[in-house]
Nanobody, 129 residues
Framework: QAQLVETGGGSVEDGGSLRLSCAAS????????VAWFRQAPGKEREGVSC????????YYTDAVKGRFTISRDNVKNAVYLQMNSLKPEDSGTYYC??????????????????????WGQGTQVTVSG
């Protein structure tokens, strides 16, 4: 059974750091672009970052550029999101998902856009000011 599991969330103070992991099982994550999304209470799920397959190109939403770094470890069948200089507005539930493309327009498409076939259950991030 193909599955994604996110871990690494937690509570930190303003300016702190967290590293989220997205571990795949039942399929080879290397074959897919992967995107991170987040959802704050009462808000829509928004794209945060994505990473391509072969060339490993990465994209970020403007709100996290320079603070977040996405990476993948094909040996561990996982994708990571290093989050530094966290702000209270970064709080929310973070999800990873497989996709068919990683590009700036694709990252801005709604989370329900078709093609994102496998989602994790989410991990909670809380940043206190």
């Amino acid at each position: 059974q193909a599955q994604l599991v996110e871990t690494g969330g937690g509570s930190v103070e303003d300016g702190g750091s967290l590293r989220l992991s997205c571990a795949a099982s039942g399929f080879v994550l290397e074959n897919y672009p992967v995107a991170w999304f987040r959802q704050a209470p009462g808000k829509e799920r928004e794209g945060v970052s994505c990473i391509n397959t072969r060339d490993g190109t990465t994209y970020y939403t403007d709100a996290v550029k320079g603070r977040f770094t996405i990476s993948r470890d094909n040996v561990k069948n996982a994708v990571y999101l290093q989050m530094n200089s966290l702000k209270p507005e970064d709080s929310g539930t973070y999800y990873c998902a497989t996709d068919y493309r990683c590009s700036p327009p694709r990252l801005q498409e709604g989370a329900t856009s078709s093609g994102r076939l496998i989602w994790g259950q989410g991990t909670q991030v809380t940043v206190s000011g």
